[in-house]
């Protein structure tokens, strides 16, 4: 016990930067979802017209990818866990919490292929380009679990605030954009409607025997070399 | 040498975000598609022209160069 | 050229036509004779595109652009071409290319394959409307007779396309060749540019395929001993409504229009206008239509065009207001739907319409104005130009009917059976 204590130097810097980091991104990347919405539903007031709302949309997500590459690298960086930089592009092959990490690389090479398909859009061509944008849909969900999964903060009240706050957000976006078209193409909007919800509803009942239980860091696959005895723990 | 813009009808969806961007020569109908008026975009419009171009989410937009012959 | 004695007058492409049934090979050899030489060395193509430019033939899908231009057009582009026949004739009250694939497939077919020489292209695909069964099953019984070398070296293919007042636009039909809809592209490229599988492609009404058949066998000389400097040489009309003896005519072009009457026994009732060029046509009174030659420079003087030959009488008895109403929203119901200038500007004329057929304020029509504008020229192809065009002459030659509409709403003239044809047969395959 005192020689994994010994490994780290009280908590590191790097450890506190890929929290926040993370948490940012979330904020940044529920604010792109909507923000998207808005966009393709053609929403403006007359002093934010169609234009500064597409604009903003993609400075948004721009800057959750900035914060995503600084979460990236902070927790690569940070030594409690052996984290490779690789970890964050080849899900569920790590050896900290395979799945719940691996979720995050999956939720990050979603955003990659919308941001780099964005860049390349014009070759690329309208049909293809708005394909892989709507993995946005996809991405954003397991960007969540990732961070309920893998998160140091989940048990705390403020962090459960923010990421319910975000559900609830990008469920109700989500919900406007699925509804705009209605009743054309009924059945997939159907279904789309019932997903969300069964996603928002599901993560909730989750959350009490999954990260709010108990045990959660061993039964999420930390590696036993980092758990430690539950008298005086440390988060994580 | 002009310059004029085009619109391609079956791409452009009434985004109508060029006409923000270059209200001196784009205005919407009655149903938001763009009425182009085709007068010669002068240069010191073309930038706000390529803008207006790069906008749209559809690329309905373009920007044509028309070699003019001085007979 | 053929030394086969070419006919001084009319008919031509109708010559040896008989009563009913196509015409066979042999028959077919008789009354026009054997292609002539040249025509089967591909070498020579450059000499037949040479005579169609002396011929001045000019489509006749409707467009009525140049033929050997177009060839030159195809020619000058890179890839190996393809032609296409074109027989989709949208117009319900045309029934020229019907005809011609019912009765006189092996003249398209001479045409189809001498267009495919000059171009040199490897493929040619005939375009049929696939309501269309008997003229289908006429060309290829037609292709089962020929055996001689040009077909061997030249692929054609049948095919049946979607039925739709627009469908048989130039890139409709190269949009279905190629996998997508039977409706109309957005062309950058040019067709002729890009087309089927991308190639360059020669699309030609058989219209104008069977009158290329005719001058590769006669000459330039000979197609211009008809009709005038502008418009040489002879062309078909389908003429339909209160005449006698509805049907498709071959004149000689820039004819005069009472000539082509008289041709079909006369006007059957007391006329009221008549509609030169189909449903993307212009009206012309009676008084108007007594002295009108169908030359392109007369009719241009009444803002008029001959487009796909169709011309139709209407009655004094019949009510233009219900009859426009009608097929203004069967026009709009034909829109490829893939515009939003021609989907919602025509829609909004054909409610107006049928608002002033029903009784409306004397406002109303300006309204037509108004959309008609906005739907004109803000589309990827000429159907609400077309239509544009068909209703703002129709509001201008019927000024009384529309104005006694709009104060008194509906007359008696309202009741009778609708005249101008608005096939739901079509638009319901179209929908499917």
Known sequence: ?236 | MTVRLRVNWIACQAHGMCAELLPERITVDDWGYPIIDQRPIPPELEAHARRAVDVCPTFALALERVRTHQR | MSDFPAPATLPRILAGLRTQGSMALDHHIEVHGALPLFAHRRRDSGALIEVLERSGLRGRGGAAFPTATKMKAVIASRGRATVVANACEGEPASFKDRLLLERLPQLVIDGALLAAQAVDAAEVFIAVDAGASLAARSIQRALRERTDASRNRTRVRLVPVPPGYVSGQESAVVNYLNGGPAKPTATPPPIFRRGVNGRPTLVNNVETLAHIALIARHGAAWFRELGTQTDPGSTLVTLGGAVVDPGVFEIEAGAPLASLVDAAGGLSAPLRAFLVGGYAGTWVTATAADELALGSDELGEVGASLGAGVIIALPSSACPVAEIASVGRWLSDQSAGQCGPCVNGLDAIATTLEQIRAGADPRTLGRISRWASLAHGRGACAHPDGVVRFIRSAIDVFETEFADHTRSGPCTACLQRQLLPTPTARLSRAAA
């Open chain 1, 1 to 236: 016990m005192t020689l994994a204590l010994a490994s780290t130097v009280g908590p590191s810097a790097y450890w506190y930067l890929t929290r926040a980091s993370g948490t940012v991104a979330l904020i940044l990347l529920t604010l792109s979802v909507v923000l998207g919405v808005l966009d393709v539903e053609q929403y403006s007031t007359p002093r934010m017209p169609r234009f500064v709302v597409d604009g903003v949309h993609r400075t948004a997500s721009l800057l959750a990818v900035v914060f995503l590459l600084v979460h990236i690298l902070t927790s690569a960086l940070d030594s409690f866990a052996s984290i490779p930089l690789i970890d964050a592009i080849v899900p569920f092959a790590g050896a900290y919490r395979p799945l719940w990490l691996g979720l995050g690389a999956v939720s990050f090479d979603l955003v990659l292929a919308i941001m780099i398909t964005s860049f390349v859009r014009r070759r690329l061509g309208y049909r293809a380009w708005r394909f892989t944008h709507w993995l946005a849909y996809a991405s954003w969900p397991i960007a969540l679990l990732h961070g309920l999964g893998t998160g140091s903060d989940v048990k705390a009240t403020w962090m459960l605030a923010i990421c319910g706050g975000c559900l609830i957000v990008v469920l109700l976006a989500v919900w406007i954009r699925v509804l705009s078209g209605w009743p054309d193409r009924i059945r997939p909007r159907s279904a789309a409607l019932a997903l969300a919800a069964v996603f928002a509803g599901g993560t909730a009942l989750w959350l009490p025997s999954g990260p709010l239980g108990a045990h959660w860091a061993r039964r999420s696959g930390t590696p036993s070399s980092l758990l430690r005895p539950s008298a005086g723990r440390r988060p994580g």
